[in-house]
């Protein structure tokens, strides 16, 4: 079983939907987790950290469930510009030593 | 401008010859760490180091080498590189800091070298 598990894709939705995906993680010690996004042959940029009590920024919306292990991503009101791969990432509380990356999910957003 | 840099951005080269990857960030990060992407199998780190003359294996290590003598450098050398190393590969970089920092653990990516082994 892979440590860090997404949902592949594509995500193919309009323009203006609602959009969430999810990512779960194997070991029940990781303690920092992130979202972050890839476009098409561009390196990753940290979009958000998601935090225990969840956090939200605009559009965007993280969501971490610690009793399932798996964190989400919602984003709202899509946009054309969010056309990307989104990444989840998970790593342990004491150190950056050891850092997980999921293989993303492709999301496209059509006119 | 807070950056990390990876030369060369493109390299085709042929099966046993030795290359090194150049890897250079301005922000004074401790934590600097290489990943290998490849369609299906998402972002995998190769090695990563703490701090300079610390360094340890990721996921993938094999048929690879780094070092850390200095903070800001962090190359990637391949000795014998071989057709399955063909790869995007990035650099990233990020602070130590504490847990409670927001910016704890946030990785700042190079553009990426995009490697083709013949």
């Known amino acids: 079983r892979k440590e860090v598990e997404q949902d592949p894709g594509p995500f193919n939705v309009p323009e203006g939907a609602t959009v969430a995906f999810n990512c779960t993680y194997s070991?029940?010690?990781?303690?920092?987790f992130f979202w972050y996004r890839q476009d098409c042959r561009k390196e990753p940029k940290l979009l958000m950290s998601v935090y225990s009590s969840g956090n939200e920024d605009g559009r965007f919306t993280a969501q971490l469930n610690r009793a399932s292990q798996y964190i989400s991503l919602l984003i709202r009101d899509s946009k054309l510009s969010d056309s990307a791969t989104y990444l989840c990432v998970v790593t342990p509380y004491s150190s950056a030593s050891k850092i997980i990356f999921g293989s993303g999910t492709r999301l496209s957003i059509r006119p | 401008e807070a950056q990390v840099t990876q030369n060369p951005r493109y390299l085709i080269t042929v099966t046993g010859k030795k290359l090194t990857v150049t890897c250079s960030q301005n922000?004074?990060?401790?934590?600097m760490s290489w990943y290998r992407q490849d369609p299906g199998l998402g972002l995998r780190q190769i090695y990563y180091s703490m701090n300079v003359e610390v360094t340890d294996k990721g996921d993938v290590p094999e048929g690879y080498k780094v070092s850390r003598k200095e903070k800001r450098n962090f190359p990637l050398i391949l000795e014998s590189p071989s057709p399955n190393q063909t790869s995007l590969y990035f650099c990233a970089s990020s602070s130590q800091g504490h847990p409670s920092v927001l910016s704890y653990n946030e990785q700042f990516f190079g553009p990426g070298t995009r490697l083709t082994v013949l």
């Open positions: 922000m004074n990060h401790e934590y």
């Open positions: 070991n029940s010690a990781s303690q920092s």
